[in-house]
């Protein structure tokens, strides 16, 4: 009776440590995502996000869990990905991708403009939440507009 209380305890542990896919419990820990499905949803939530301008943009994007590769091309709107050093630099704010987590099965994030290191309340107008799961063949991304925010992520 010990001994399977021990094997259910590491198989509870060992899930947090090796990865969750969608079909695992919803526990809000951030997961592991193969980089081209990543750079897809990147790609498309960043192009959903910034339409084309008529004058010169410059976005601001926190770097981690992104690759300069991953950024679109829009017309006159330049991505600027910032390091973490380099965020004091920057005190109104930046835009950056909350850690992906499982929530109610589908892989959930936002994006979000403010301090993405304080952890502390994001203007709720600058944000939005995506859900998307990833199959052999595609990568299905939705505004996770049912279930907003649904990783613990606080919006004021």
């Not at 010990?2 to 060992?14: D, E, G, M, N, Y």
């Not at 991953?70 to 600027?80: A, G, H, M, R």
């Not at 595609?138 to 613990?152: A, E, S």
Request: hydrophobic share 40%; glycine share 8%.
């Amino acid at each position: 009776m010990r001994s399977a209380r021990i094997l259910i305890l590491i198989l509870v542990f060992s899930a947090g440590i090796f990865g969750k896919t969608a079909g695992d419990s919803d526990t809000g820990l951030p997961v592991n995502i193969p980089a081209q499905a990543m750079e897809q949803v990147v790609r498309r939530v960043l192009t959903w996000s910034f339409k084309p301008q008529k004058v010169r943009k410059t976005v601001h994007l926190y770097d981690e869990g992104i690759q300069p590769s991953w950024l679109p091309d829009i017309k006159n709107v330049n991505f600027e990905l910032v390091s973490f050093d380099q965020l004091g630099e920057r005190p109104e704010g930046i835009y950056h991708l909350s850690p992906v987590c499982v929530s109610r099965g589908r892989f959930v994030f936002e994006i979000a403009f403010g301090d993405p290191v304080s952890g502390g309340t994001l203007d709720k107008e600058g944000t939005s939440s995506w859900a998307f799961r990833v199959s052999k063949r595609k990568v299905r991304l939705w505004q996770n507009t049912r279930f907003p925010y649904g990783c613990g992520f606080s919006v004021a």
